[in-house]
């Protein structure tokens, strides 16, 4: 709690505009809410349809927080050859590389794919000249695995 309620007064003193988080998971959240006095304004949690992370979001909204998905893409699972990802990009004349981060605006996050390739970059950039319908989230829309494939919490960082 050191370090957030340094920069609780670093935000104080009107020397950011705001502040947040990374790889909080709700009992984090909770301290933070118990022990502090400013809301984080960002959460960044490892989150695509594949870890759609529901619980958090639902916290994240319910207490005014963004939610920003790193690993958007689902990278170390191969989420762009799902099948339903597929079937949606055919339908919508689309990627699969442009159907995630559609999903993740739709839904409400923050997404930032990043690529040093300038075909992908204007790939990524390319996302608003379709809508994902209800039918289609419904179809993303499979429950957590529960899985992670990447571990980075906060109390098993070595400082």
Not at 16 to 39: P, Q, W, Y
Not at 132 to 158: K, M, N, R, Y
Request: charged share 25%; net charge negative; aromatic share 8%.
């Amino acid at each position: 709690m050191n370090t957030w309620k340094a920069l609780e007064r670093i935000y104080a003193e009107g020397r950011a505009k705001a502040i947040g988080v990374s790889n909080f998971e709700l009992a984090h959240l909770r301290r933070v809410f118990d022990e502090t006095s400013v809301v984080p304004a960002v959460n960044v949690i490892k989150l695509h349809p594949g870890a759609p992370q529901h619980e958090s979001r639902d916290f994240h909204t319910c207490h005014g927080i963004a939610t920003w998905g790193w690993s958007a893409l689902g990278r170390d699972e191969n989420l762009l050859e799902d099948p339903v990802l597929r079937r949606l990009a055919e339908k919508h004349g689309q990627s699969p590389a442009q159907v995630v981060p559609r999903w993740h605006i739709q839904e409400g996050n923050i997404v930032s794919p990043n690529s040093a390739t300038p075909a992908r970059i204007k790939e990524n950039i390319d996302i608003f000249d379709f809508e994902l319908d209800a039918e289609d989230l419904a179809a993303i829309a499979d429950p957590d695995t529960g899985e992670q494939t990447v571990h980075q919490l906060p109390e098993e960082f070595s400082w």
